[in-house]
């Protein structure tokens, strides 16, 4: 296991002079969408290696040190792909935040979903009734996320790298976002800044 600003464990397998470090992660926001409660699902095409689940996404709320806001309702969903068992799937979601002064960011986001040791399969039919519930003892949950932001105060979101580390309680899928940056407590640059 890495630590944040220690030398990379890659140098112990290719040392090369330049000297790399492990990143940092910095917390940007923890997103909790509203899924709706009706799938989709489109089937397996043509070759019948995967099938694509449309999960749409109803809303939902933002709070974070710098963007606070609400998942817009019905702007988006999940179009996830099921590949190699009910257990996996990729996920490539879109939809829009409106913070709470009222600016949109479009939001993309694409990773993967996939079952932990002992987990239960993720598609898996349940109990009538019962809810499905995730946490990051069960799944390996991750999302690179990237921004579209108007000019003005949002606009260092649409430089930066940022992954999602998920989970999901009922129908609701909680997101906590995170900046990877080499400069720990250094704000982004501003992306209109000359």
Do not use: C
């Not at 990051?136 to 990237?146: A, C, G, H, P, S």
Request: charged fraction near 20%; proline fraction near 10%.
């Amino acid at each position: 296991m890495s630590t944040p600003g220690e030398p990379s464990l890659g140098q112990d397998h290719l040392p090369l002079p330049i000297g790399m470090k492990v990143p940092y992660l910095e917390f940007i926001y923890r997103m909790s969408a509203d899924m709706a409660e009706e799938t989709q699902p489109v089937g397996p095409p043509f070759n019948g290696k995967q099938s694509r689940i449309i999960l749409p996404i109803q809303g939902g709320t933002v709070k974070g040190p710098g963007l606070n806001g609400v998942i817009l309702n019905m702007s988006g969903a999940d179009w996830g792909q099921v590949t190699g068992g009910a257990d996996f799937m990729r996920l490539d979601a879109r939809y829009t935040v409106r913070t709470d002064d009222g600016v949109n960011i479009y939001i993309r986001s694409k990773g993967v979903f996939s079952g932990g040791p002992g987990a239960p399969p993720a598609m898996s039919p349940r109990e009538k009734g019962a809810e499905p519930s995730f946490s990051q003892d069960t799944v390996e949950w991750f999302t690179r996320l990237q921004f579209e932001t108007p000019p003005g105060q949002y606009n260092w979101l649409n430089g930066i790298f940022a992954i999602g580390v998920l989970a999901q309680s009922g129908r609701s899928i909680i997101i906590d976002a995170y900046r990877i940056t080499n400069f720990p407590h250094v704000p982004p640059r501003d992306m209109n800044a000359s």
